[in-house]
């Protein structure tokens, strides 16, 4: 496993353990000499995630659609930065670059990103793994949600135990490197 992608959010949340896991999980891609795929962003959990992984020396490619260059303020300092015309080509790229998938903590843009590469894999477009970083429990209420769809017939249970859940982001890494 040599790249993967992390959604996250361009603000800080509510909780400081939602940065403090980005951080964490920053300092593991590094240990682990794994690649940053990420939204490009300098503010947010997306920013700290980044300059964790580049304060350790690890490696950054962001992808930022051009409307949001300025909005979520791009990263001016990571290893590359492709900037791209649309959400689609985003999601696109990053998935294109990425050999895995993690969903930290994050808003109605994290929720697409998580959806869409889920629905890839449900699809069979891909077969890499996907995660939520369950920090704080923010994710539980999804993980509910998900097994409920399950039982009332809207989700297939086998693409319910496609995304992994874990709350810890050196477990889910090591689970990432042993597959």
Known sequence: MKKICVYCGSSDGARPEYGQAAEALGRAMVANDIDLVYGGA???????LANTVLSGGGRVSGVIPESLVNREISHPGL????VVGSMH???SMMAELSDAFIALPGGI???????????W????IHKKP????NV??????LNAFMQHGAGQGFIKKE?????????DPKVLLDLFLER
């Open 89 to 91: 080509e985003r999601k």
């Open 109 to 119: 843009g994290t929720m697409d990103e998580l959806f869409e590469i889920l629905t």
């Open 136 to 141: 704080a429990g923010y994710y539980d209420h």
């Open 121 to 124: 894999a449900h699809l069979g």
């Open 159 to 167: 693409t319910t135990a496609k995304l992994i859940i874990k709350k």
């Open 42 to 48: 300098s503010v947010g959990l997306m920013g700290k």
């Open 79 to 82: 290893t590359e930065l492709v």
């Open 130 to 133: 996907c995660a939520l970083l």
